[in-house]
């Protein structure tokens, strides 16, 4: 596990099951448009590594998954209510995230636990409609192991000589192995 894998299971666990159907991205850039509303944008801006001890390379690791929905509302030709609506489909789409990656069986079999949760609402009126951002960062505990790094390159073994240092007046005896390539 870490950090691009944990971010492909986020996203698995998202596609289909929010507002935003299978409008799900990772990673693009960041600019959308409302032609794409709702949308949500996942990825992994930090991520810690803490040393489980001195010798083989163990981890707890905390990758910061930060999930980002956004979404336009209209106001109704009748009242000004674009900013009501916008906020109550964000926190119905913050619902939605939280139960869809808290429940997943793929990601959370994978895990130690969900951390931490935080989430802010932003709403603005500087374009045609309401439009809403959610900032979601979920931080995620894993363990990394030897396991989860390349060997260390090294020179490839060619072969071994070995001399016995025998006591005096015995003959010196060697030994010589190669190695198959």
């Not at 507002?19 to 810690?48: C, G, H, N």
């Not at 929905?69 to 619902?95: C, F, I, P, T, Y």
Request: glycine letters at 6%.
């Amino acid at each position: 596990m870490n950090a691009a894998a944990l971010r492909g299971l986020v996203i698995s666990a998202l596609a289909g099951k929010t507002d935003a159907l299978e409008r799900v991205y990772s990673p693009r850039d960041w600019p959308t448009s409302e032609d794409m509303y709702p949308a949500i944008l996942v990825q992994t801006p930090f991520d810690v590594k803490n040393s489980l001890g001195r010798n083989a390379p163990q981890f707890t690791t905390v990758t910061t998954v930060r999930i980002t929905g956004r979404l336009q509302e209209l106001d109704d030709l009748d009242q000004d209510n674009g900013a009501v609506k916008a906020e109550e489909a964000l926190e119905q789409l913050r619902e939605q995230i939280e139960r869809a990656v808290i429940n997943s069986y793929d990601l959370t079999r994978q895990i130690q636990q969900f951390l931490q949760l935080r989430s802010t609402i932003d709403i603005s009126a500087a374009g045609e409609g309401h439009t809403a951002q959610l900032l979601m960062d979920l931080d995620i505990e894993y363990y990394q192991g030897p396991e989860e790094f390349y060997p260390i390159e090294a020179d490839p073994l060619q072969g071994i000589d070995v001399t016995l240092i025998e006591p005096d007046g015995t003959p010196e005896v060697g030994v010589t192995i190669d190695l198959p390539q």
